[in-house]
């Protein structure tokens, strides 16, 4: 029986390098790799051999005869691409095979971040050059977006913190925790003794919407109400309260469907999850019936992909708003389509001035935008309008409004930084100086803040290599100066600087700490709230 990829595939394409039969696709150098949702197995050439479940860190290939709950759905996916893709030649060698080369001496490398670009960023210099690594964190233990953005009921996409830790853990590496580059030290300072410094620190600020009373109490960042229910400990708990029984975001992808699914979910299923203590108990007082996603455009411009709206949880009525352009929109959708995926909803005749009733419901609205927000002590109601008019202004009763319309990067201090596109500027992972367009010596970027906030876990493989490529050809070339001090002296600086500095053994603990509180509740985790308490876990040691 055939293998099928499901719904948490992350397009690392891991399961690629390792098929025996190339039955697996797009790849990374196929044209449609970056557009695709997930990737496919063909099942007329699978051999069933379970390879790519083996090499998944997601567990996302699973044989078609076990699918169950929904997952049937994912057979009929992988299929219907292969019917529907033309006819070429698959490359001899993919990009990850094509690794850097050997360095022609050995590198001492910083690591600013332990999330997935960080990570997958260690994993290639470990895996391909002989050099030394000092992975740097601002919170106790590792993670970034796999334990802080990705949501709660997506445990199999958890699965990824498993193949970080081996980077984590190897001899090569040192884990200096709870420090703050840009706050408790300086980048001067950790390129004094390291000869290249790399920044995987993801995008973390929201876009406001711009409207008058967005500053209500009730209004909402995506990334803070994401934070909050995962436990951030920069997302205090009492800064997010949802109420209301009808609950208004702004924007319909990924991020925006996981917060409608959470929202309108049975709370038992979440108590099964490692979703923080505080929304656990948030999300079982909450009386919310319906959810609206906003869309400024059409059908077809919709961000989500197809799995995240395949897999909403049964008994939820998910709806399409009718007016005319999104039913002309629709009834024309091209084949593969976001539109297609939403032409086969029901289309309701949803007026959304009138308070929700009936079942639980998503509701996606196209074609509006919001025009402002009423309320005294908090938010009250939403005014929408269609795109690009401030006739046809409907006021929408709700208790909350969640901004869910991309994020944005910060500056880090020390380095250039592009305010349009709220990126460092680079080329291939070089941090370039605007000023003089040479590259800033030392200094390289990866991940969201490197390209912006776009793809997924995965695609920060293939970003790793390019960065990673430019470092081994940099250093080959000459043009990466040798750091002044040792990185031997960076632990002793860095702990004479910094109280609490938290090292690998002490983090791996907090940890494990965290897994054993959460076995005694039957969940994968029970998170700690505060670093205070994460520090009380194990006594303060050097850093291994």
């Given amino acids: 029986m055939a293998y099928a990829i499901t719904q948490s595939c992350c397009k690392d394409a891991s399961c690629v390098s390792v098929c025996p039969v190339d039955c697996i696709h797009p790849t990374p150098d196929e044209p449609d790799f970056g557009t695709a949702d997930l990737l496919y197995v063909d099942p007329d050439v699978c051999i069933d051999c379970g390879a790519c479940a083996d090499a998944c860190p997601v567990a996302a290939p ?3 005869d076990i699918l169950r ?30 690794m850097g080369g050997d360095l022609d001496h050995q590198l001492t490398i910083a690591i600013v971040g332990t999330g997935p670009a960080a990570s997958y960023t260690a994993r290639e210099l470990l895996l391909s050059t002989d050099a030394k690594i000092t992975m740097i964190d601002k919170l106790p233990v590792p993670g970034g977006l796999v334990r802080g953005g990705v949501a709660p009921d997506h445990t199999d996409t958890k699965k990824f913190s498993s193949i970080f830790h081996w980077a984590y853990k190897h001899p090569r590496t040192k884990m200096v925790m709870n420090v703050e580059v840009g706050r408790d030290i300086s980048h001067e300072e950790v390129l004094r003794h390291h000869d290249v410094v790399i920044y995987g620190v993801g995008a973390r600020l929201d876009r406001p919407l711009g409207v008058s009373g967005e500053d209500l109490p009730g209004v909402l960042a995506a990334p803070d109400v994401v934070g909050w229910y995962n436990g951030a400990l920069d997302v205090p708990a009492a800064e997010v309260v949802i109420e209301g029984d009808r609950v208004v975001v702004v924007g319909n992808g990924n991020v925006a469907l996981d917060l409608a699914r959470l929202l309108l979910e049975d709370p038992e299923v979440l108590a099964r999850t490692d979703m923080a203590d505080h929304a656990l108990a948030a999300f079982r007082d909450l009386a919310v019936r319906e959810v609206v996603l906003l869309g400024r455009r059409g059908p077809s411009y919709a961000a989500f992909t197809r799995p995240e709206l395949l897999m909403m949880p049964p008994g939820i009525d998910v709806v399409v708003a009718r007016d005319p352009l999104t039913e002309a929109e629709l009834h024309e959708a091209e084949p593969g389509s976001n539109a297609e995926v939403l032409a086969r909803l029901p289309l309701a005749d949803a007026d959304l001035a009138e308070p929700p009733r009936g079942n639980r419901r998503l509701v996606f609205a196209f074609g509006r935008q919001v025009v402002g927000v009423d309320g005294d002590a908090r938010v009250e109601a939403v005014r929408i309008a269609p795109t690009g008019e401030r006739e046809g202004v409907v006021t929408v009763p709700c208790g909350t409004l969640i901004r869910s319309t991309g994020h944005r990067g910060s500056p880090v201090r ?39 906030a776009m793809g997924g876990i995965g695609a920060n493989r293939t970003c790793a290599h390019e960065t990673v490529a430019s470092i081994v050809a940099d250093a080959n070339a000459g043009r990466i100066p040798r750091a002044p001090k040792s990185r031997l002296t960076f632990g002793p600086f860095v702990r004479a600087r910094v109280d609490g500095v938290v090292g690998r053994r002490r983090m791996l603990a907090i940890e494990k700490a965290e897994e054993k509180r959460g076995r005694r509740q039957g969940r994968p985790r029970v998170k700690f709230d505060s670093v205070e308490d994460m520090l009380k876990v194990s006594p303060a040691t050097s850093l291994h």
């Fill in 62 to 64: 699973k044989p078609i």
């Fill in 69 to 98: 709950g929904g997952e049937e759905v994912f057979a009929q996916l992988n299929a219907a691409y292969y019917e529907q893709r033309p006819e070429h030649e698959s490359p001899r060698t993919h990009t990850w095979d094509e």
């Fill in 414 to 452: 020390g380095l250039p930084f592009d305010e349009a596109t709220s990126t460092i500027p680079h080329q291939g992972g070089r941090v370039m100086d605007p000023a003089t367009g040479e590259p800033v010596p030392g200094a390289y970027v990866v991940g969201w803040i490197k390209r912006g």
